[in-house]
Nanobody
Framework: QVQLVESGGGLVQAGGSLRLSCAASGRIFSIDAMGWYRQAPGKQRELVATIRGSVTTHYADSVKGRFTISRDNAKNMVTLQMNSLKPEDTAVYYC??????????WGQGTQVTVSS
């Protein structure tokens, strides 16, 4: 089992920035990829960004150039720096890890609200 605890959501005006963090505990040696997903009201959960190792990243087209994902393996943390936020970024953001056994674990979610 892997436990995930997220922090850093909140309310921000359009054009502002927020930083989300996620700390992993438990069977952390089994973690392959870490990432962030989001779910807006009435929409399906979607991928925001993932990172494998410390440098292999993947971003949704909608956030490229604005969001940056990073990983601190020593602290078992993944961070999402979100800049130039838009109202359409409003959603509940979920931390995710995928293990070498291809199991998925999810955080409890943190609300991000961007006002226009």
């Amino acid at each position: 089992q892997v436990q995930l605890v997220e922090s850093g959501g909140g309310l921000v005006q359009a054009g502002g920035s927020l930083r989300l963090s996620c700390a992993a505990s438990g069977r952390i040696f089994s973690i392959d990829a870490m990432g962030w997903y989001r779910q807006a009201p009435g929409k399906q959960r979607e991928l925001v960004a993932t990172i494998r190792g410390s440098v292999t990243t993947h971003y949704a087209d909608s956030v490229k150039g604005r969001f940056t994902i990073s990983r601190d393996n020593a602290k078992n943390m993944v961070t999402l720096q979100m800049n130039s936020l838009k109202p359409e970024d409003t959603a509940v953001y979920y931390c995710n890890v995928n293990t070498w056994q291809r199991l998925d674990y999810w955080g409890q979610g943190t609300q991000v609200t961007v006002s226009s």
